[in-house]
């Protein structure tokens, strides 16, 4: 029997905006369409990956986000415990996925050499690029690889049996997306390589872009690795909390399960 994941996404936090800083050509540019933030797991019952590790309540408050929990004590809602977690995927070094890195005392951190070399070089003198960046975030995964603790991958990389790393590029140079072996087949987690259901079925890019070709031929990378297009999880669109069940009642509002099927969008 093939190893299977449970497949989880926490909600963190939450911002109300509108159409305008979602798309590249917005059909309605004041319409409002608020974007939720999010934490991953897989896990079974060898391991346990978490991808991605949000921001803090600090830089929530910069930035105007709405903070609902810390991201460990909503992985510690479903079971996962921070402290022992040994892998964590970083699916590229935007502020909102890498923010709460030294919550994971023993964990080895999984990123693309491109990510890496994208937010420690020469696009970074460009605001466009580095306002995403959490420069003190930077550094601290800089003292990571230091201390042995960050682990390259150049391209696809299966890191389990039932878990795998793509490279797609196009949003950040190194931006990666996890495909999960579950009970309902092979779901996608795409993080940002798709931030909204709209987004990918549109072909309407989120407006943050390094390259844009790639964020296009990211789309149907996507669906290539994901067994639908229901297998596909956007990064930051509120309908996946809507479409996927919560793991319990008292959960709801906070977390989902990915490996079960979701409602019809
Ligand atoms: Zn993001």
Known sequence: MAETYELFAVKYASHQ???????????????????????WAAVSGMRTFVIDTGFKAREAARRGRTFLRCPADGLKAIGVDADAVEDVIVTHFHYDHVGNFDKFPKAAFHVQDSEMAFATGR???????????????VVGLVRHVYRRR???HDGDAELAPGLSLHHIGGHTAGMQSVRVRTRRG?????????????N???????????????????????????????????????????????????????????DAAPAKG
């Open 186 to 198: 092979w779901v996608v987690v795409a993080s940002d390589a798709a931030h909204y259901y709209a």
């Open 123 to 137: 696009h970074m003198l460009e605001p466009r690029h580095s306002s995403s960046m959490n420069v003190d975030d």
């Open 17 to 39: 905006r509108t159409q305008g800083a979602n798309y590249v050509d917005p059909p309605d540019p004041h319409e409002a369409m608020p974007m939720d933030y999010f934490v």
């Open 150 to 152: 960050v682990r390259f």
């Open 200 to 258: 990918m079925e549109t072909r309407n890019p989120f407006p943050v872009i390094f390259e844009l070709d790639a964020v296009l031929a990211g789309y149907d990378r996507l669906l290539e690795l994901a067994d639908s297009p229901d297998h596909v999880v956007p990064g930051h669109d509120p309908l996946v909390m809507e479409r996927y069940p919560p793991p319990s009642e008292d959960l709801a509002g906070i977390a989902v399960r990915l």
